[in-house]
């Protein structure tokens, strides 16, 4: 039985990808010049993402400081997910839904790219976007089963990941945010 329930998760795991690069392979190229050249501008990336996709977040976010493929320069970018310590202090004033719209504020410059990685629109998410859209940034979401609560939102990139649960969309994530690294160095290197 494990190994039926092995093949299934792979199986599954194979149809969100596949289904999801049919949808969104022309936007992720799209999106990856789009950095490299903002990077080759000075501009930075600025990854925002809450709950099981935190992980998700911080770990893209150090593939594009080091590296993935190929030795190459860092690249500017910035994982902002959930602090304990901004939470409780927010929360204390009834302002937690604008936890990472103050990082956004303390850290992200006009002309900035920030990537939102979520699995819904939580007020807290909407309203950095808002923040991040009031700045001057460039925004980009990409969302596991919450595209149409984005769409009204107008982020400059969507892409939305079809996954059948959390745990393929996560794994969907990971996978679209290493490709966009991976386009990106080979953008800037040449690979």
């Not at 400081?65 to 009834?94: C, K, N, Q, T």
């Not at 982020?155 to 959390?166: G, T």
């Amino acid at each position: 039985m494990t190994e039926s329930r092995l093949f299934t998760a792979y199986q599954n795991h194979s149809d969100a990808l596949e289904q999801s690069l049919a949808i969104n392979a022309g936007r992720i190229e799209s999106y990856a010049k789009t950095l490299a050249e903002s990077f080759a501008a000075g501009q930075r990336l600025l990854i925002v993402a809450s709950g099981s996709l935190a992980g998700v977040a911080s770990t893209l976010a150090n593939a594009f400081l080091y590296r993935l493929e190929i030795e190459r320069p860092s690249l500017p970018a910035v994982a902002l997910s959930h602090s304990d310590g901004l939470a409780l202090l927010l929360s204390g004033s009834g302002d937690l839904e604008q936890i990472f719209s103050c990082q956004l504020q303390a850290q992200a410059n006009e002309a900035d790219h920030v990537l939102f990685l979520v699995s819904s629109a939580s007020t807290a998410l909407i309203n950095a976007h808002k923040s991040a859209i009031d700045i001057g940034c460039s925004t980009a979401v990409i969302c596991i089963g919450a595209e149409s609560s984005w769409k009204k939102e107008s982020p400059a990139v969507l892409i939305p990941l079809m996954a059948p649960s959390s745990a393929r969309g996560i794994e969907a994530a990971l996978f679209f945010g290493h490709m966009l690294c991976e386009l990106v160095e080979a953008e800037l290197f040449g690979l």
